[in-house]
């Protein structure tokens, strides 16, 4: 691309008006390419997680625990419910709700809740209840 014609600078426009010229000159190259832009820091890997809240408690026979599943989410990921899925481990152990309400046997010992993700499977983590 051709450079536009510049006018020949003339000492009688003053000061003022090399100032002009000067800002002439850098409006008519506008067109040029512009420098590339720096790129962004690429974005990290999602990593789910998933904790349970508490992680270990003691219970009377019989008892009640809420547990609470801590989980992150992707980005631009929205879920119409938390997908976690609760069991206990020990068959006996005591029962669960849908919601990680635990109630336990009417036998003393230790048993475990697990929960896992429905969106990532292999993501599992574990709580104590021991029972007295």
């Known amino acids: 691309m051709p450079l536009p014609a510049i006018p020949a600078f ?4 003053g000061r003022h008006s090399r100032f ?10 506008g067109g040029c390419e512009s ?6 820091k690429p974005q990290e890997p999602f990593v789910p997680g998933l904790a349970l809240r508490p992680t270990a408690v003691v219970l009377a026979r019989g ?17 119409l419910r938390q997908p976690v899925l609760w069991r206990v481990v020990e068959p006996g152990g005591g029962t669960l709700t849908p919601a990680g309400l635990y109630t336990a046997p ?3 010992g230790t048993y475990h809740v697990q929960a896992h993700r ?15």
């Not at 003339?10 to 426009?13: A, G």
């Open 20 to 29: 002009g010229l000067v800002l002439g000159l850098l409006l008519s190259l």
């Open 63 to 79: 008892g009640s625990q809420a547990f609470q599943a801590e989980i992150n989410y992707a980005p631009d990921v929205q879920y």
């Open 10 to 13: 003339r000492p009688e426009w």
């Open 118 to 132: 429905e969106d990532f499977p292999a993501i599992t983590a574990v709580a104590t209840v021991t029972v007295k």
């Open 106 to 108: 009417a036998t003393p």
């Open 35 to 40: 420098p590339q832009a720096v790129p962004s």
